[in-house]
Nanobody
C-alpha cells in the first residue's frame, strides 16, 4: 500500500507564491511519474504538472512559466513551486504517483490540499 500526504496549501493574495509538497510512503521500490492535479469548484480535475523519474516535465498551458515541479527521488517526494498566483489558480490540489508493482503500474492519490488565491 502507498500513501501520499500533501502539505503547503493555504490562502495567498494574487501575485504571491506557495510551495506544495507531497511525500509518498509505504511499500515503494520505485516511482515512475509524479504529478499535480487541481480541481476548481464546479470543474473537472485537470493536470497541472507532471515529472518523470528521469526529470522530464510538462505543464498545463495555464501555468507555464509560473509553476515549477521538482522531485527528490531519495525522499519519494514531489514539489510544486507556484509563483505569480492568480485567482483562477484556486482549487484543491492533488498529488499523484505512478508506482510499478509486478507487471502493472498503479496510480495513487493524495487527499488534496486547498489553495485559495484572493484578488
Amino acid at each position: 500500500q502507498v500513501q501520499l500526504v500533501e502539505s503547503g496549501g493555504g490562502l495567498v493574495q494574487a501575485g504571491g507564491s506557495l510551495k506544495l509538497s507531497c511525500a509518498a510512503s509505504g511499500t515503494i521500490f520505485s516511482i515512475n511519474a509524479m504529478g499535480w492535479y487541481r480541481q476548481a469548484p464546479g470543474k473537472q480535475r485537470e493536470q497541472v504538472a507532471r515529472i518523470t523519474s528521469g526529470g522530464s516535465t510538462n505543464y498545463a498551458d495555464s501555468v507555464k512559466d509560473r509553476f515549477t515541479i521538482s522531485r527528490a527521488n531519495a525522499k519519494n517526494t514531489v514539489y510544486l513551486q507556484m509563483d505569480s498566483l492568480k485567482p483562477e489558480d484556486t482549487g484543491v490540489y492533488y498529488c499523484n504517483s505512478e508506482v510499478p508493482r509486478s507487471s502493472s503500474v498503479y496510480a495513487y492519490w493524495g487527499q488534496g490540499t486547498q489553495v485559495t488565491v484572493s484578488s
